[in-house]
């Protein structure tokens, strides 16, 4: 059980530091116009 909590830990570390850098990407992308709005 414990190591399982520590692979499931690593998981979402991993998943954070994905999310960062997508936010990160999102941040850099937000200066050029989107092309399609959602919705449409």
């Known amino acids: 059980m414990f190591i ?3 692979k499931r830990l690593k ?3 991993d998943e954070a530091k ?3 850098e997508d936010l990160e990407e999102a941040k ?3 200066r050029f116009t989107q092309v399609s709005p959602k919705g449409w």
């Open 28 to 30: 850099k992308n937000s």
């Open 4 to 6: 399982d909590s520590e």
């Open 18 to 20: 994905k999310n960062t």
């Open 11 to 13: 998981q979402l570390s």
